[in-house]
Nanobody
């Protein structure tokens, strides 16, 4: 089983930026897709961004143009760059890794956007 450890969350003012990291305990090339999801209080978990093994990305409409996802295969890490943050981006952000018959999640990192 893979361990996914998120980091980089915190409190930021509206308009600010954060970069989240998801470090995997083994090669991320073993996963077909890796991604970031978020869950706000009282809301369902929703997709934020995904990146395939081949490097293709898909960004959810609410964050398109503000967020980007990238990966460093040598460091077994996936990143979520978040710019122009809004209060509605406040949520727990989770890293996800999917392979054949596998669907692994990290513990999440809190992002709070508030003045």
């Amino acid at each position: 089983q893979v361990q996914l450890v998120e980091s980089g969350g915190g409190l930021v003012q509206p308009g600010g930026s954060l970069r989240l990291s998801c470090a995997a305990s083994r090669s991320i090339l073993s996963f077909i897709v890796m991604g970031w999801y978020r869950q706000a209080p009282g809301q369902q978990r929703e997709l934020v961004a995904i990146i395939t093994r081949g490097g293709s990305t898909n960004i959810a409409d609410p964050v398109k143009g503000r967020f980007s996802i990238s990966r460093d295969n040598a460091k077994n890490t996936v990143y979520l760059q978040m710019n122009s943050l809004k209060p509605e981006d406040t949520a727990v952000y989770y890293c996800n890794a999917r392979g054949v018959g596998r669907d692994d999640w990290g513990q999440g990192t809190q992002v709070t956007v508030s003045s």
